[in-house]
Structure formats: C-alpha cells, structure tokens
C-alpha cells in the first residue's frame, strides 16, 4: 500500500514528538531545530551575540533534570547529559555534578544498555571512562562511602563492555575502560569468576585473542562454551589462522565436532571477515552427529559465494536451500542467486515468477532488495532498475529499502541530481525496518555539505528528517554541517548544532570537526571578522587544541594584516593554566613575534613582549630575541634590536646563530648614523672567530652600508663580492643596494651605476617587477629580504662564552662622539 505524504508524516511526528510542526519554508518558524530543545527556546536568545557562545557551554536545565526526591535517574537521556555536564566542568574548571548523581548517571546508562543487549556506543565507551577516572580519583571506586561505585556497578562495566559490537574491529576503548576496572578489581581480592569470564571475552573481541586465549586454557579445559566461541571469532578477526584452527580442532577432539549454532557462528564469523576460502573450508567440516548447517548458515554462505563470483560452489548450496523450508530470507536468497547466474532478463523473470509461485509464503519488496544490493554493487544499475521492474510485474512496489540503496549508490558516485530525486521519492516510503537509511542518509548529508554547491535547503531538510527520527548524527555530518553553517556565516546554527553534541564526542571525532573550522579560519578568503568570530565558537568548543595546533590560526590573522586579532589569539593561549596544552611556547613567542614584524604592529609588539616578561613557563631563547629584533626593526626602533637585545643574546647562555647577525645587520641598515659602525663590530666579531661569512650575511651588509648612504663604499664592497666570499654579486645584491638605499634620487645613481656595471643584472632585477611608496614616491624591487630565525646556535649547549665577544669589541675603537 502507499505509504502517505511527507507533509503528513512530519506531521505526525511532530504531534507524537510533543513539539509544534516547523516548516522551512515559513518565514516565522523557530530559528533552529538542531538541538532537541529548539522548539522551546525564545528565538530572542539567539539574537543576543553576546551570549551565543556561553549557550554552547551552558547547562540546560530543561533537558538535564534528574527525577525523584533523592536525585536518582529514570530518564536515560538525562543521565547521558549528567555525563556530558561532568566533560563539560571538567574542560572549564568549573564545578562538577554531585557525586552520587555521577554514580546513579553511570548505573543508568549500563543498566540500559545491559539489559536491551545493545553495546556501547564509542562516545557512550567515553562518557563512561571519563566518569569512572573522575570518580576514581576521588577514590570513590569500591570504599565505603555511599556515593562509590561497588563490586555490582564493576560488574556491569564489564559486561555491558563484553556485549559484541558489529562491524567493528579492535576497539581499543572498551580494551581501555576494561582494564582500569579489573585493575581496580585485584586490589582488594582474586578476580571472581564472573568478572574473569567477561574480561576474557573483552579481550577476545578487542585484538587480545592470544591473550584471552590463555587466561581461558589457564583455569580449566574445557572453557565455557560461549567463551571459547568468542576466543575462536576473535582470532578469525585478528587473522590468527594456525592458532585459530589449533584451538579448534582441540576443541573437536574433545566433542567430536561442532554442534549446528557453534558451526553457524563460526562460519558468519569467517563470512564478516570477507574471508571465503576460509568460509568455504569450516562450512565443509562436519557437525555432531544428528546435526546439520542451519538454513541460516546455508543462506548466508550462498549470498557470499555469490557475492564473491564463485557461481559453482554457490550451486550446491541454492540446491541444498531448495529443499530446506522456505521463509522470505529464503526466498530472497534464491533469486539473488539467479540473479548473479543469469542476468538474461525474460529468463529471470521466468524463474523467479515460478519461484514465487511454488513458495507458499509471505513476501514482499525486501525479498527483491538482496538482488537490487548485489546489482548496485556491482556498478550496474541497468541490472538493479530491471529488478525493480520484474518486483513491480509481480505486484510489489519500491519501498524505503529499495530507494536507499539506489540513494547510497547515487551518493558513491557524488551524482547529486540523481541522488536528490531518489531521495524526495524515500522520504515517501515507509522507514525501513532494519534503519537502513540513516547510514545512507548521513552519508548523503555529508556529501550535499561538501559539494561545490551545496543546497541549503536540501541540507536542512534531510537534517531535520534525521532528527525528526531521533537519529544521531555522525561524526562526518556534523563536520559537513558545520561547514555548511560557517560558509554561510550561521554561527548561531553551528552553537545550537554543537551545544549538546561536542561534550559527547570522543577525542578522535572532535578533532576530525575541529579540522573543519581551522580550515575556514585559516582560508585567506574568509573575511577576517566572519573568520574570527568562527575562532571564538572553535576555542571554546575546543580547548584541548594544542598550542602549535593553533599557531596557523593565529599566523592567518597576521596574514591579514590583523595583528590584533592575531595578538588576541596568542593572548588566549597565554590565559590558559600552565598545565593545559594550549600554553604558549618559546616556538609560539618567536611566531608571533615574526607575525608583528610582518604587520609593523607596535602595539602588539609591546603587548606580547609585557606577556613574555611576565611568563615564567618560558626562558628567553636566541630565537624568541631574533624575533623581536625583527619586530622592532619593522616597527622602525632599531636601537632596541641592537642595544636591548642583540648584546643580550651575546650575553645569554646560547650564544648567538647565523640568523641573529643577519637579522643584526638589517637592524644596522635603518639606524643611522650608528648603523655602519655597528655592522663593522659585528663584522670583526665574526671574521676573530674565523665564521663563514655567508652570501646572505654578505648582501645585508651591502644593504647596511646603502641605508647609511655610503655609496661609494658599497660599491666597492659589491665590486670585491667574488674575491671576499667566493660568489660573485647577483640580482639580489642588486636589488639590495637599490631598496636599502633612501631617496629616489639615490636610487636613480644606483640605477645609473648598475645599468653600466651589470646590465644583466639590472635586466634581470626589472624582470622581478617593482612597487611605488606612494607616500614618499620612492620605488622598491619585489625581492624577498625575509630572513628565517628558525637556525639553531653557532655553539653547543655549554661550549658560548660570552668573554669571547666582549674581548674582540674591547679592541675596536669607540664609536666617536657625533656633534
């Protein structure tokens, strides 16, 4: 039957949702339906911008309050969010839930999960591990106090951690969480047997099948039936083969085989793995006597065979179904399996037409959904639409499944136009039972969000089909939302996204949406306000962000020519306890210094050098003072380069590098009338303790001696350039004498010179193209004249002595008194 409109399912929805319907469409809804109290939030909240970023931490009160008198938790969702609210005072040193509410919170979750049999979720796995740490060290883990977690509570960690995940391999949280508990376990006694057996079975399903393995064999032979079976699915999943065959025939000869489920189990394990030779050799072993493979085993075995193109080995087993009884699973399998055989279609439908009709059973368009999934995987859609077509000439039409696997298949190949009408013609149908789509509809989510032009729309309409359905949103579509949302310049959107989102997520998947928004921040683009008002939502969201991990955020405003903004970052990583990561170190210092050299900020300068002075987690490096060097020297102080700093560094336990003379000399290049005697001192220290004077070193002192005007002198020196270093005079050094050099007029007689000095030179240097100070009508070359501070010290740790510079300075001559 059709399933009804959705208008009239959303509808619906909103009516057993308890909430009012919100249209996009209409111009006086809610601003926001991300976040599952939306539909009560006044709309005049999102309108103060002086708030919306404390709604991202703040506590919400609507959706967090505990039941009853004494505080214990009945609502799973509220016990979540008290897990959440310990994360969230936890990253911002406020205060933390009580006590006993955390414990009651913990016990809520287990139990629900416990006794629905579902595992874990990973960001579930966190919540529970960061609570558990938290309350451990409070030393709140078996004591006596009434708010501490007992040999029960410890219990039900593990087996709820022991509960199987699908389809997923190796998770190293639940690995994690498990031994904090069994450690805290053996302190007061013997690991009971109840905990040994889901310890074990942790371990087999977390990458330690060996080791499970032996702590079964350890105790007694034989182990438990379940327990040796998860040992044996945990070494096909770690591709243990010697040791997985080892164990099961062990366990053969002492039962003289397998029974029907265990053989079931075993194979379906091999068959997850995608290991088919495998499959094929345990489902060829025989079970116990009076046994035989269970039609489920037979079933799957077929679909992998046929899957895997193996038609004559998947023969035998459709034979073998044929005379089992049938049922819809059944019945799918088989015409999947005529399907692969034979793609002549009047010959398909001839086969499947009598099928159907020899089978006495009730079906529908999910027995035709296998064959339509084995034609999409194949990349043939011609295939897939002529299934569709035999299912609706036998009187079934497409439903949810059917379109979300064309949906998934037109999202692989990124057709969006396809994509779109498959998706208006799911959201028609009813739900799939089995939530298929939500995995298709996040992924198609993710990719309308990353498109090169995203609907926004569109976006928000498949968003709010996903919440409507209280669906999670996965790491990937969060990410693509927030991308969307900061695209648009929607940080409100990104707040109401995030706020009960980003506390829950583990590590890994905050930093895969962190990622996000340092992409935007950092876009040279992206108007440096929009990029800085993403900024402060991304500090507060993140703040376990490294300090070098934030370094190209700040370096983006500086590229902007927003020295405040970029001082306002560095000034936010200055702010944070001396313990936490983001603190500032003397690599961030030196950044941020080159940062304001490049911006001339003198404010900045001041303002950083005050916090340098200030913190003592940082010593002041031969790096941190070349940098400020160079900032002063942009911001036209050169004096403090030299005097406050450069004979500091001559004082310091580092001693200086090539780079602080380079930098030295340039500071020399704009200090007249001081600035050639200092460049000869500098020199002479260099040449007493017989240093390269390197082409670099070289050019600057050109550009010394032309910032004094000496024209004359520099002439010579460029004239004698092969004879002193060995490299003769280029471009650069041409360049360097013209733009070193002050006044146009001077510049016109180092034009003049060079024209009939180096004309290849010249001709070569005009090539580079040039710029007009409009200010003072002076013209400049585009030369590069950066000089990288990143060099490490001339001398090893502990080899500088400062004596050795004051006494080559002592024997040159005073610089002589100017009048």
């Not at 938290?134 to 501490?148: A, G, V």
């Not at 702590?215 to 182990?223: F, I, K, R, V």
């Not at 243990?240 to 164990?247: H, I, K, M, N, V």
């Not at 990353?450 to 089909?465: A, C, Q």
């Amino acid at each position: 039957m059709k399933s009804s409109s959705h208008l009239t399912r959303a509808v619906f929805r909103a009516l057993v949702a308890s909430r009012p319907y919100v249209s996009r469409e209409c111009l006086r809804r809610s601003p926001s339906v991300l976040s599952p109290s939306a539909h009560i939030t006044p709309s005049v909240a999102f309108q103060q911008r002086r708030t919306f970023l404390e709604s991202l931490l703040g506590d919400d009160k609507r959706t967090r309050s505990l039941a009853g008198p004494k505080q214990s938790i009945k609502d799973f969702d509220a016990a979540v969010g008290k897990l959440v609210d310990l994360l969230r005072a936890r990253r911002s040193r406020s205060r933390t839930p009580a006590h006993d509410e955390l414990t009651e919170a913990l016990r809520s979750l287990l139990k629900t999960r416990h006794q629905q049999n579902q595992p874990l979720t990973r960001n579930e796995v966190y919540l529970a591990t960061e609570t558990y740490k938290h309350l451990q060290e409070r030393d709140l883990i078996l004591t006596e106090y009434p708010e501490s977690l007992l040999e029960q509570d410890l219990l039900l960690i593990l087996d709820t951690l022991a509960i199987p995940a699908p389809k997923e391999r190796f998770r190293g949280d639940i690995r994690a969480l498990a031994e904090l508990v069994v450690v805290e376990a053996k302190k007061t006694a013997p690991l009971p047997p109840d905990f040994e057996s889901a310890y074990i079975t942790i371990l087999a399903t977390t990458g330690s099948a060996l080791e499970a393995r032996d702590h079964a064999l350890s105790t007694s032979w034989p182990p438990d039936r379940n327990l040796i079976l998860n040992i044996l699915k945990g070494l096909i999943s770690e591709a243990r083969d010697a040791d997985f065959w080892s164990l099961l025939e062990k366990w053969e000869l002492h039962f003289d085989g397998l029974d029907s489920d265990m053989h079931e189990a075993l194979v379906l394990a091999f068959v997850q793995a995608d290991r088919v030779f495998d499959a094929q050799r345990l489902f060829d072993k025989t079970v116990l006597p009076n046994n035989e493979p269970t039609t489920e085993c037979i079933r799957q075995m077929l679909e992998f065979l046929t899957r895997y193109g193996k038609l004559n080995s998947a023969e035998e087993l459709a034979n073998m179904l044929t005379d089992r009884p049938r049922d819809e699973s059944v019945i799918s399998s088989l015409i999947l399996w005529h399907t692969a055989k034979d793609r002549r279609f009047e010959h398909l439908r001839q086969l499947v037409h009598a099928l159907l009709q020899s089978s006495h059973v009730n079906i529908s368009m999910n027995t035709f959904n296998h064959a339509i999934e084995y034609a999409l995987t194949c990349n043939n859609p011609t295939l897939a639409q002529a299934i569709q077509e035999l299912a609706t000439a036998e009187g079934f039409q497409p439903d949810g499944k059917t379109y979300a696997l064309r949906l998934q298949h037109a999202v692989d190949r990124v057709a969006l136009e396809e994509a779109r009408a498959l998706y208006e013609q799911l959201v028609r149908e009813d739900i799939p039972a089995d939530n298929f789509d939500l995995k298709v509809l996040n992924k198609y989510l993710t990719v309308l969000c990353f498109s090169h032009r995203p609907s926004y729309e569109l976006i928000m309409r498949v968003t709010d089909n996903l919440l409507d359905r209280g669906a999670e949103l996965d790491v990937d579509a969060i990410s693509g939302l927030c991308h969307t949302f900061l695209q648009r310049g929607d940080i409100d959107d990104a707040v109401s996204l995030l706020r009960h989102r980003i506390d829950y997520l583990p590590v890994p998947d905050r930093v895969r949406i962190a990622k996000v928004f340092q992409s935007f921040i950092v876009d040279p683009n992206i108007n440096p306000q929009r990029a800085f008002n993403a900024y402060e939502l991304f500090r507060i969201a993140f703040p376990e962000t490294s300090c070098h991990e934030r370094l190209p955020i700040m370096q983006s405003f500086f590229d902007r020519k927003r020295a405040d903004l970029a001082c306002q970052v560095f000034a936010h990583m200055r702010e944070a306890d001396p313990a936490d990561p983001p603190r500032p170190d003397a690599l961030a210092y030196t950044k941020c210094f080159e940062g304001i050299a490049q911006c001339r900020d003198v404010d900045g300068l001041q303002s950083i050098y005050n916090m340098l002075k200030l913190d003592l987690q940082v010593e002041l490096t031969t790096r941190i003072r070349n940098g400020i060097m160079l900032a002063h020297i942009a911001c036209q102080t050169p004096w403090s380069a030299i005097i406050d700093h450069f004979y500091k560094i001559m004082d310091s336990r580092e001693g200086p590098s090539y780079s602080t003379f380079e930098v030295a000399l340039r500071a020399c290049e704009t200090w007249p009338p001081y600035g050639s005697f200092e460049a000869r001192k500098i020199i002479a220290v260099m040449q007493s303790w017989n240093l390269e004077i390197t082409k670099p070193l070289y050019d600057n002192y050109v550009g010394v001696l032309a910032g004094q005007c000496e024209f004359e002198n520099t002439v010579e020196l460029i004239e004698n350039m092969e004879n002193d270093i060995g490299e003769p005079p280029d471009a650069f050094t041409i360049g360097t004498f013209y733009n070193a050099i002050p006044w146009q007029f001077r510049k016109d007689e180092v034009e003049k010179w060079a024209k009939q000095a180096y004309p290849d030179l010249w001709a070569e240097l005009v090539s580079y193209g040039e710029e007009i100070d409009e200010e003072w009508d002076v013209r400049y070359f585009r030369i590069d004249r950066s000089i990288d501070i990143d060099d490490p010290p001339l001398f090893a740790a502990g080899e500088w002595k400062p004596e050795l510079q004051r006494k080559v300075q002592a024997q040159i001559e005073p610089l002589p008194v100017m009048t």
